[in-house]
Structures are given as structure tokens and as C-alpha cells.
């Protein structure tokens, strides 16, 4: 109920113009751009080029549901300057992208990046920027997303995080994976990192793991406390990564 009054209010503050709305024709409804007010922090939802294997719609998963509770925590939790509609969908070619500096990718097992994107993504990452990745399981997903993480990195490779880099812990660390690991498909959550030239995690992907699950479905009592709690911790502490490192 919660969502679907969510959804409401923002059609009616925003009304679907080719500017501020992506259709998405495979479910019969439309994505609303959100315009987020001026504060310290606003996340990013990256729209991409996609190769249609999840209907062209995996960037748009539980949007923005999830966008909006993963914000309300942080707001309560961090002294971060936001609110709960500190999120915007950004295109991935356009410059725009460079003016957030933490992005959201969902599904990114579905990529297939245009030449521009792959460029901003490349520079994206050289001028400090942090991307989460989320929501794909499976070895074919995981082939796909690096597939065109490499395009932008040829010279890099994505490789095992281990829970202690600091990216799982610099706001509240987590004990473990595996909490969340009973209530999503595949097999074992691993996280892939790409470092940079000078060492510092640029892309932090979350292979077999769906965070925005948690973030979109704890309210109703989908999802049990603990693993949501533990995708909160994870989603704050990619945040606060992104602004400190």
C-alpha cells in the first residue's frame, strides 16, 4: 500500500513527459523521473543500454521504492545532508552522470553499453566515481556485466572483495554474507571489485545478492529482519565509501 501510494504522489507531481519519464512498455507502465531537492548527497540510478535478455527492464527494479527506504535509513542513520527523495535516474551517455558521484546499477547482467557509455563509464570511475552493482545471479549475468566492465577496462578485471576491505565496514561493519544468501537465487554472494591505477575500488558488484529486494520489501514483512538489516548496513556503507575514498 505504502508503494502504491508512493507511485501515485509521484505521478502526480511529475507527469510523464518525454523529458521526465522512460516507458516501459513490457509491464504497461512508466518509470517517473524523480527531481531530487539540493542537498550533500543524491544517488544515482543508472539507465543503460541493455541487450533485452530481462525485457530491457533491469535497471528499473523496484524503483524507487527501494531508492526511497534505502534513503530514509541513511538519512536516520549517517549525518548525511538528504532526504528521502535524494535519488534520480541518470543516463549513463549523458555528461549528467558526472555530476553524481555514488550510481546505483541494477541488473547489470542485461548491459549492452553504446560506445558513449562505455566511455563515460571509463571516465566515470577516473574521476573518483562509485558504482554498486546489484541484482544478478547466475554465470551467464556475471560473463555479461564483465564483459562490458572490460570494454570500459581492458587492462583491469574485476576480482573477489573479502568482507574486510573497508567498503563492507567504514560506516557498520558486517559480520558476513551469508545472512542474505538464503533469501536470493544463485549460489554463494560474492562481491567483484574494479580497482583503479591507484587502488581504490571503483566498481563494488554484488554477484548472486539482490539488495534492492531488501530495501523495497522488508516493510510488508517479505524479508526477514536480520539479512534486511544487513543490505541497509551494506547500501550505507557503499554510500559513505563513495564519499570518503
Request: proline share 6%; hydrophobic share 40%.
Amino acid at each position: 500500500m505504502r508503494r502504491l501510494l508512493i507511485l501515485c504522489v509521484l505521478l502526480l507531481v511529475y507527469p510523464l513527459t518525454p523529458g521526465n519519464a522512460f516507458a516501459q512498455f513490457g509491464r504497461g507502465y512508466r518509470i517517473v523521473q524523480n527531481d531530487p531537492p539540493a542537498r550533500e548527497f543524491t544517488a544515482a540510478r543508472w539507465h543503460f543500454g541493455t541487450n533485452g535478455n530481462i525485457g530491457h527492464m533491469g535497471w528499473s527494479h523496484n524503483y524507487p521504492s527501494s531508492d526511497i527506504n534505502l534513503n530514509e535509513y541513511l538519512e536516520r542513520s549517517t549525518r548525511i545532508d538528504m532526504d528521502f527523495d535524494s535519488y534520480r535516474i541518470v543516463e549513463l551517455g549523458d555528461p549528467e552522470v558526472f555530476d553524481y558521484p555514488f550510481a546505483y546499477v541494477s541488473e547489470p547482467g542485461e548491459m549492452e553499453l553504446t560506445e558513449q557509455e562505455v566511455i563515460n563509464l571509463r571516465e566515470f570511475i577516473h574521476r573518483g566515481g562509485f558504482i554498486l552493482m546489484d541484482d544478478f545471479d547466475g554465470p551467464w549475468q556475471f560473463a555479461q556485466m564483465r564483459s562490458q566492465v572490460r570494454r570500459a577496462f581492458p587492462e583491469n578485471d574485476l576480482i573477489p572483495v573479502d568482507i574486510n576491505h573497508v567498503a563492507f565496514r567504514v560506516h557498520t561493519p558486517l559480520e558476513d554474507l551469508a545472512a542474505m544468501a538464503d533469501y536470493v537465487p544463485g549460489e554463494n554472494i560474492i562481491y567483484y571489485g574494479l580497482f583503479d591505477d591507484q587502488g581504490r575500488l571503483g566498481i563494488l558488484a554484488g554477484h548472486n545478492n539482490d539488495l534492492a529486494n531488501f530495501w523495497d520489501w522488508y516493510e510488508d514483512g517479505t524479508m526477514p529482519l536480520k539479512p534486511s538489516t544487513d543490505a541497509f548496513r551494506m547500501g550505507t556503507n557503499a554510500v559513505i565509501y563513495s564519499m570518503t575514498h
